[in-house]
């Protein structure tokens, strides 16, 4: 399953002693280990990247925040956008946080079969008043896991997928010339020096981990998006729901869907697609909201958001058939998984 927050991380610590460190090592780390995990399709050859620089004294004050910037095939050669935004923070004289993130697209196995993340790790670097510099890499993907989120075993999955992520682990190390620091065990998993903890020996911390807490994770993401409004369908339901598919470019963004028992309908968005999936979700719940406020029931109101869609909405486009599935529940795995 994939997650919109992290469901591990470690950090590395690499002390400079007196030696002054730039926003440009920063930016160099940072693409390093993204070479690092690219070498093990853990990092697709595009990404995101951004850098912050705030004051050290007082964090609030951000002096340089540049965010989405795309990785050129040489990020950091002259005239790329990142190398424009690092040197603009370098520009700046005093002590200073200077933060780069990298948000890496990748790949994990199943059956031999290549399964794509918009958001499989990313890395952050951070610099703390020029003389020390920490690495910090997440994952949002529980295929380096013998149970997956959901409590259900995957041997077969994490043989394809944790050697992958050990390699990768071990060479970062050996890139920084430090040994990680596994991230505190979380209400989906425990990561550990080469990976994570195996669940099946202690347990999970939570049943079902993905559904008990993903789902509203998501929800809340998609409505930080959106105007607050008391103006809405139900969220939940216990019965079928009908859905139609939501592309941009022609991949899949997420399941616009009403429920056929009662007045229940929203979005799932499909976390491989990254950010991209809420931006589509923001709309769609703002459809479903004006059909709401014309006071159509919630399959009517899927019917309408469908009808009076544009061919082409910003690239965003609902598909023509419907499809139905059991459960919301199983609508929500749908668009958790791939």
Not at 244 to 263: E, H, L, P
Request: hydrophobic residues 40%; negative net charge; proline residues 6%.
């Amino acid at each position: 399953m994939i997650t919109s927050v992290p469901i591990g991380d470690w950090t590395w610590e690499v002390s400079s002693g007196a030696k002054d460190l730039r926003p440009v090592q920063a930016a160099e780390t940072a693409l390093a280990v993204w070479h690092v995990l690219a070498g093990y399709e853990l990092a697709a050859p595009v990404g995101k990247a951004g850098i912050s620089v705030r004051s050290a004294s007082d964090t609030r004050d951000v002096r340089v925040r540049v965010d989405g910037l795309s990785l050129e095939p040489e990020p950091l050669s002259p005239g790329t956008a990142l190398s424009r935004a690092v040197g603009e923070a370098d520009s700046l004289e005093g002590d200073f946080v200077v933060g780069v993130r990298v948000e890496c697209p990748g790949y994990w196995l199943e059956k031999g079969a290549k399964h794509r993340v918009e958001k499989l790790f990313t890395i952050q670097v951070d610099i703390w008043k020029r003389t020390l510099l920490v690495v910090t890499l997440e994952t949002y993907v529980d295929a380096w896991l013998t149970v997956d989120t959901r409590d259900r075993e995957q041997p077969e999955v994490h043989a394809e997928n944790a050697p992958r992520l050990a390699a990768a682990l071990t060479g970062i190390s050996s890139l920084l010339s430090s040994a990680p620091t596994p991230g505190d065990p979380n209400r989906h998993a425990t990561p550990s020096e080469g990976g994570f903890e195996d669940p099946r020996i202690e347990g999970p911390a939570y049943d079902d981990s993905w559904g008990t807490f993903e789902i509203s994770a998501r929800s809340r993401q998609l409505r930080s998006r959106i105007p607050a409004s008391e103006n809405e369908y139900q969220e939940i339901t216990d019965h079928p729901v009908r859905y139609f598919t939501v592309r941009r470019d022609g991949q899949t963004m997420g399941y616009v869907w009403a429920s056929i028992g009662d007045d229940a309908a929203g979005y799932e968005p499909r976390t491989a697609a990254g950010e991209e999936a809420f931006e589509a979700g923001g709309q769609m719940l703002l459809r479903l909201r004006a059909a709401h406020e014309r006071g159509l029931s919630a399959l009517d109101a899927l019917a309408w958001v469908v009808q009076t869609a544009p061919e082409a909405e910003g690239s965003l486009a609902v598909g023509a058939t419907p499809q139905v599935a059991a459960t919301l529940d199983a609508l929500e795995e749908l668009s958790g998984r791939y």
